[in-house]
């Protein structure tokens, strides 16, 4: 099945800055999950959307999904060093227990 | 409540040998689900298991690879005669429910990272 796009691929941001993260699919997305992973360790929850047009935010994390369920945005303000990571979405597509993964965008900060 | 729990975190093979992966859902949680981080490769999902029933493998390579959830004790996969490219991460995932349910959060666990040489 197809796997999600996710860009930008890399991204270096300067401490303070605001940032944002892309998620797309051609198809309709039931439930994406946004998550960060640091380098040789495991995935971190970070938010599930589910409904079009949803949006929640978590500290200074906030995560979008589009009224048509198939775009969802991750935007970071203010970012810190904490920021740095890879950061991954996920989304049920056809299979309702089966994710499908973008490639994964890594953050750095520059202090 | 202790997280979802995996080991070995890492784990070294030479060609040839078996690797035994094993994952402790979050409490509760009767869904588990394997899942392949090759280098360089987003992650691929392998199996999907309840209590003593694979409930799909569609993504499990169909010789060597096997996985179990025993009424008992944790969830674990089995690699026969390990071969350079299944090195990677393999990471074990737990939920309450499945599928797309408001509030359903998937856990992942730490991961297992295989090496064969």
């Known amino acids: 099945s197809q796997e999600l796009e996710q860009s930008p691929q890399s991204l270096i941001v300067q401490e303070g800055k605001n940032l944002t993260i892309n998620c797309t699919s051609s198809?309709?997305?039931?439930?994406l999950y946004w998550y960060k992973q640091k380098y040789g360790e495991g995935l971190i929850f970070l938010m599930m959307?589910?409904?079009g047009g949803e949006e929640k935010s978590h500290e200074k994390i906030t995560a979008k999904l589009d009224e048509k369920k198939q775009q969802s945005s991750l935007h970071i303000t203010a970012s810190q060093p904490s920021h740095a990571g890879i950061y991954l979405c996920?989304?049920?597509?056809?299979?309702?227990?089966?994710?499908?993964w973008g490639a994964g965008t890594k953050l750095i900060i520059k202090p | 409540n202790a997280g979802v729990m995996q080991n070995p975190r890492h784990l070294v093979r030479r060609r040839g040998q078996e690797a035994r992966l094993r994952c402790s859902p979050m409490?509760?949680?009767?869904?588990v689900y394997w899942y392949r981080q090759l280098p360089e490769e987003g992650l691929k999902f392998m199996v999907y298991?309840?209590?003593?029933?694979?409930?799909?493998e569609s993504g499990m390579p169909k010789e060597r690879f096997s996985a179990e959830f025993p009424k008992e004790g944790p969830s674990i996969l089995r690699i026969q005669q390990v071969v350079r490219g299944d090195s990677a991460a393999y990471f074990c995932?737990?939920?309450?429910?499945?599928?797309?349910?408001?509030?359903?959060?998937?856990?992942f666990g730490e991961g297992s990272w295989l090496t064969v040489v």
């Open positions: 198809k309709t997305l039931y439930g």
């Open positions: 959307l589910q409904k």
């Open positions: 996920g989304a049920f597509e056809d299979s309702n227990y089966q994710l499908i």
């Open positions: 409490k509760g949680h009767s869904h």
């Open positions: 995932a737990s939920s309450l429910q499945t599928g797309a349910i408001s509030g359903n959060t998937i856990y």
């Open positions: 298991l309840q209590k003593e029933n694979i409930i799909d």
